[in-house]
Structures are given as C-alpha cells and as structure tokens.
C-alpha cells in the first residue's frame, strides 16, 4: 500500500478564504479506524459542493478530502471484511470532517460500510451514490405507507436533481405515473420524459406562499427535495391517504402547513435522511437498489470525470446547472 496518494484537498489560507487543488496526501493524514478501503469511484452530491466552498454546516477542519460516497475494496479491517472485499461506504461523517471518497484511500469505522450487493458492481452504487439512495428511500417510504401505482401521480420536485432523477427513474420502473417539477422546462424535458415522467411542470407552479390550507386533491404522493413553500403546497394537494416524503431544504428549511391536511385526509409527511441511518437499514436499501429498484438506464443518468474533473463540476452544481448524476473516477 502506497504512502502517499492522490486526493481533492481544500485549503483555507485565511479565514472565510478556501481553495482547492489535486495533490498529495499520507496514509498519516487519515484518522484512526479499522477499515481501510481502496477507492475505486465515488460521486458528486450538493453537500460535496458545500463541503469544498467551506460551509460550516458540512467542513469544519481543514485541509480536507470531500467525498460523502465511496465505493472500492478493502485493504485490511476486522472480523467480517476481508482483503479484496467490495465495499460501499455513504454518510456518518465521511466526506464531512472525516477524509472522504476524493481521495485514493480512506480509512474509517467498520461501522460506516456496507458489503456491496451482488447485482450492483461498484460503478454502479456510486452512479446510485447517496442522492440515487436518498431516492431510493424515498420510493421504499412511499411503498411502505401504501402508495400505489393506480391510486394517482407522484409529484417529485428538484426533478434534473441527482435525488429526482432517480426517483423518477425507480418510480417509472415500479409502474408509477410521475409529474416533474423543474425550473428547466426547455432543456430538461427531453431528460425527465426519457427516465419517466409523463408530464413536467415548472416549479413556479408550487412556489406561492401562504394561501387556502387545503388544494384540490392531485397527487397520491410526492417526493420532496426542497423544502420550503413547494412542500407545503404538495402537502396541501395529497389525496386522502396519501403521502409526501421530504430530504432536501433549498427552497427553504421551514414549511408552512395546517392539521388539515392530516386530521381530514388523513396525509403523511415522511422525513429521509440517509446520513445516520442506521448500517442494517442501509444495507437493505443498497439490498433494494441491486434487485427490484435496478435501473437499465443507469449510464444515462450520468457523466463521468476523473479527480482532476471534479473541481469544475463542484462550480457547476453551486449554480444550479447540474443535471443527473456525476460519477467520479478514482480508478484509473
């Protein structure tokens, strides 16, 4: 094993002042665990963007290798992994103040990692990465509150998004009508009918404040990405008995709603988070992900670069000019 290794390494010179370049760093430079994993390929997600611009929230210590996703084999570990075993590890504090998937090697606790399943390989899962899991949740919650194909369309907002894109990939797989909500109706329908949706709306659509308690009844549910006035307003247009999941805030952290929906619907709001969710859940979702949530289309909802890629693509996803998945490639 190499001392030395390639990595995304953000710097703060001075205060409130982050850069970021491709270098070296040490086996030295990673934490204590008993895992230690060979990157094979991780992924690009929002809060990799964060993480690399120095968002409090996300990056508190640097330098720092960003990376939440990571997918690659084993070097050594305790009882249950061995050498050479395919692994994927995603959230807990990796990629956050923990060196994450933007470095050749990681090194965290075995509690952080999950075996890849069989019908997956590792290019795959980080295609899926968390936002493709996060999705997958979200589907798995909609299902388990009893959501069906022919009780009506599911709303998904943040549709070009890498949580949308996936939902409505699996939605569309699973028999599901599906109604995407964008702020790019030109360029991304051609993208959005492709994986599934059959009809697309422009998020403006769901974007007033305030107003009636309750809307006409629409949507058997919804998969939320953003938060804020667009959930609420879904909230408001369940159907009696359905359900809207919610995972992201970049329409806003708080939400505006009465108990009607609830108390004379009979509504569910499902929260996603896929950060701490415990490591048997998470593997019964990847479980998912490789068998009845695999997509054919996996490659088209993606594009590849390489580490020295990844910079330009984090300046891409923090002006909302991200569409699909941006799989990265550690192994060549």
Same mark, same amino acid.
């Given at each position: 094993?190499?001392?030395?290794?390639?990595?995304?390494?953000?710097?703060?010179?001075?205060?409130?002042?982050?850069?970021?370049?491709?270098?070296?760093?040490?086996?030295?430079?990673?934490?204590?665990?008993?895992?230690?994993?060979?990157?094979?390929?991780?992924?690009?997600?929002?809060?990799?963007?964060?993480?690399?611009?120095?968002?409090?929230?996300?990056?508190?210590?640097?330098?720092?290798?960003?990376?939440?996703?990571?997918?690659?084999?084993?070097?050594?570990?305790?009882?249950?992994?061995?050498?050479?075993? $395919?692994?994927?590890?995603?959230?807990?504090?990796?990629?956050?103040?923990?060196?994450?998937?933007?470095?050749?090697?990681?090194?965290?606790?075995?509690?952080?990692?999950?075996?890849?399943?069989? %019908?997956?390989?590792?290019?795959?899962?980080?295609?899926?990465?968390?936002? +493709?899991?996060?999705?997958?949740?979200?589907?798995?919650?909609?299902?388990?509150?009893?959501?069906?194909?022919?009780?009506?369309?599911?709303?998904?907002?943040?549709?070009?998004?890498?949580?949308?894109?996936?939902?409505?990939?699996?939605?569309?797989?699973?028999?599901?009508?599906?109604?995407?909500?964008?702020?790019?109706?030109?360029?991304?329908?051609?993208?959005?009918?492709?994986?599934?949706?059959? $009809?697309?709306?422009?998020?403006?659509?769901?974007?007033?404040?305030?107003?009636?308690?309750?809307?006409?009844?629409?949507?058997?549910?919804?998969?939320?990405?953003?938060?804020?006035?667009?959930?609420?307003?879904?909230?408001?247009?369940?159907?009696?008995?359905?359900?809207?999941?919610?995972?992201?805030?970049?329409?806003?952290?708080?939400?505006?709603?009465?108990?009607?929906?609830?108390?004379?619907?009979?509504?569910?709001?499902?929260?996603?988070?896929?950060?701490?969710?415990?490591?048997?859940?998470?593997?019964?979702?990847?479980?998912?992900?490789?068998?009845?949530?695999?997509?054919?289309?996996?490659?088209?909802?993606?594009?590849?670069?390489?580490?020295?890629?990844?910079?330009?693509?984090?300046?891409?996803?923090?002006?909302? %000019?991200?569409? +699909?998945?941006?799989?990265?490639?550690?192994?060549?």
């Amino acid at each position: 094993m190499s001392e030395n290794f390639r990595a995304l390494i953000i710097e703060q010179p001075e205060p409130k002042q982050f850069t970021r370049r491709v270098g070296e760093r040490s086996m030295d430079d990673l934490p204590e665990g008993d895992l230690v994993i060979k990157v094979q390929y991780s992924s690009l997600n929002y809060k990799d963007a964060l993480s690399a611009i120095g968002n409090p929230g996300v990056s508190r210590n640097f330098p720092h290798t960003p990376g939440i996703d990571a997918a690659g084999t084993v070097v050594s570990g305790p009882d249950g992994f061995n050498a050479g075993d $395919e692994v994927i590890a995603i959230g807990f504090d990796l990629g956050m103040n923990t060196p994450g998937g933007y470095g050749e090697y990681i090194r965290i606790p075995a509690g952080w990692a999950v075996h890849k399943p069989a %019908g997956l390989t590792l290019r795959e899962a980080m295609i899926v990465g968390t936002a +493709g899991f996060t999705a997958a949740q979200s589907v798995d919650a909609l299902q388990t509150a009893g959501v069906k194909p022919e009780d009506g369309p599911i709303a998904v907002t943040g549709a070009t998004g890498g949580v949308g894109s996936v939902a409505i990939a699996i939605l569309s797989k699973l028999g599901y009508e599906i109604v995407a909500f964008t702020g790019k109706i030109e360029s991304a329908t051609p993208f959005l009918t492709g994986l599934g949706a059959s $009809e697309i709306k422009h998020r403006s659509e769901l974007a007033e404040e305030g107003g009636r308690p309750m809307l006409r009844e629409t949507y058997a549910g919804a998969i939320d990405t953003v938060g804020g006035a667009p959930l609420s307003n879904l909230v408001k247009q369940l159907k009696y008995g359905g359900a809207a999941t919610c995972c992201g805030l970049v329409a806003g952290a708080s939400f505006e709603s009465s108990v009607f929906p609830f108390i004379l619907r009979g509504v569910s709001l499902l929260g996603i988070d896929s950060v701490e969710c415990p490591l048997s859940e998470k593997q019964r979702i990847w479980d998912k992900v490789a068998t009845v949530y695999k997509l054919d289309n996996l490659e088209e909802l993606s594009r590849e670069v390489g580490l020295d890629g990844v910079s330009d693509e984090i300046d891409k996803i923090l002006k909302g %000019g991200q569409t +699909g998945r941006v799989l990265v490639n550690l192994a060549n």
